[in-house]
């Protein structure tokens, strides 16, 4: 894992291209092609192992087995050992690289590149904390202009439950939640149980700088010839007739208009949608398959407070997946979080939060009621100061879990230092001026 924490700009982009001509697969590597790639699996046997896979399995790791086998397909010698290399050397500047997986190809869309093993380094790469693995469409990549990054977000959060058995509830009241507790960074906009209607006037009255779906997709019978899945949203129907299902093609060219940045499908069945979304948007995120509701508060819940604290997207994403590990270690679910980035980095989100300032206070005397004494004004200087430390502290808490690093447990630890020392401090002076003290003898 990666000591200390890292930013946007430790990351160095790797792009591997996939792209045909007739039945031959190209990978194009750093101004190199290689034409020895094979898709190694179908679509049925990757869907088959994460659908039957068990955490207490006795044989072989099925996720291992897929996963290095996708590894050594994608980088067979010579990529591989360059691989190796520009790994060791963000490993000694403790940097990391964005693998970037850039196809447009429908018959490699189904591959797990999320799942790629390193077994020389015995570990998935998307969860080494070393690699930010993203997948990128052609379209238009690299003419889309780098946003800058905002000081406050514009969210539009849907959701589409009616029965309440996907329990998205809870995950909207946290939301809730963060929007309260940080107003200042986060405008947001809720529709329960919406309807195809709504989420357009919504859409295309208002501007958005984040769409977040609380819900699922819905799979239809036919695929395509080269096996690309037909994936609708399933919003609440508007009444006789209507199945509530919204093409993706349509919802992209509303988030377009709307000027939505990223647009995150948090449910089942959403990743083909995000793969359609991502010709729309700056970058996209679903899920693979069926995922289980504590699959998506885990990353949802990661998700938030990262964007929050403006870590990057694409780290965001990475300490996403790492999150759901924890939250169900061995289970394999985090290979279901599906992520797309189409900007050249993921800093266009928000802002990344400053450190709280801690000024000396001025030697102000506060007001005194009128029925007691005034104190010294010693004692109303240390005074004063407590009222300064604890709300710096009472500041500095709000963004528990916002700002994961080391930063915020030292300066919690300085503020609660500082405390206990002016505790002490004022006991001192209140013996001292108190009658019968020092300056109280008669």
């Known amino acids: 894992m990666v000591s200390g924490r890292l930013d946007g700009s430790d990351l160095e982009d790797v792009t591997v291209a996939l792209n045909a001509q007739a039945d031959v697969i190209h990978i194009d590597l750093r101004d190199k092609r290689y034409s020895d790639f094979r898709v190694p699996f179908q679509r049925d046997e990757v869907e088959d192992a994460l659908d039957n896979y068990a955490p207490d399995r006795l044989d072989a790791d099925p996720l291992v087995a897929f996963g290095s086998t996708l590894f050594n397909a994608l980088f067979a010698g010579e990529r591989g050992r360059g691989l190796w290399q520009m790994l060791d050397q963000v490993t000694r500047d403790n940097r990391a690289l964005r693998l970037r997986i850039k196809t447009n190809l429908e018959r490699t869309q189904h591959l797990p590149w999320e799942l790629l093993f390193d077994a020389s380094r015995q570990d998935f790469v998307a969860l080494s904390g070393r690699v930010a693995l993203v997948r990128t469409r052609p379209d238009d990549y690299g003419l889309q202009k780098q946003l800058a990054p905002l000081e406050r977000l514009r969210m539009l959060a849907f959701t589409a439950d ?48 984040v769409v977040f779906f609380l ?62 979304l991502a010709k729309h948007v700056q970058a996209s995120i679903g899920f693979r398959a069926h995922v289980h509701a504590r699959t998506r508060h885990d990353a949802f819940e990661s998700l938030c407070k990262s964007i929050l604290a403006g870590r990057p997207l694409d780290l965001a994403v990475t300490e996403a997946r790492q999150a759901i590990d924890r939250g169900q270690p061995g289970a394999g679910e985090w290979c279901r979080l599906i992520f797309y980035l189409q900007a050249d980095n993921g800093r266009f989100l928000l802002e990344p939060l400053r450190e709280l300032p801690m000024p000396e206070p001025a030697p102000l005397r506060p007001e005194a009621p009128q029925d007691a004494p ?69």
């Open 162 to 209: 009616p029965s309440g058995e996907l329990g998205v509830a809870d995950d909207m009241r946290r939301l809730r939640s963060l929007a309260t507790d940080h107003a200042r960074r986060l405008q947001l906009e809720v529709l329960e149980q919406c309807t195809a209607g709504q989420l357009k006037k919504a859409l295309g009255t208002g501007s958005f700088d």
């Open 215 to 276: 819900g699922r997709g819905e799979v239809a019978d036919e695929v395509s010839a080269a096996g690309g899945l037909r994936q609708s949203l399933q919003l609440v129907p508007e009444g006789a007739g209507d199945d509530g299902l919204l093409k993706r093609n349509e919802f992209g060219q509303w988030l377009h208009r709307a000027g939505v940045r990223l647009a995150v499908m948090a449910g089942s069945d959403s990743d083909w949608i995000a793969r359609s």
């Open 374 to 442: 005034a104190p010294s004004r010693d004692l109303a200087l240390l005074l004063k100061l407590r009222q300064l430390y604890e709300s710096n502290l009472q500041a500095l808490e709000r963004t528990e879990g916002l700002v994961a690093d080391d930063r915020w447990q030292s300066q919690a630890t300085h503020l609660r230092t500082k405390l206990d020392e002016l505790g002490q401090r004022i006991a001192q002076v209140h013996g001292r001026d108190a009658p019968g003290g020092t300056n109280g003898r008669r």
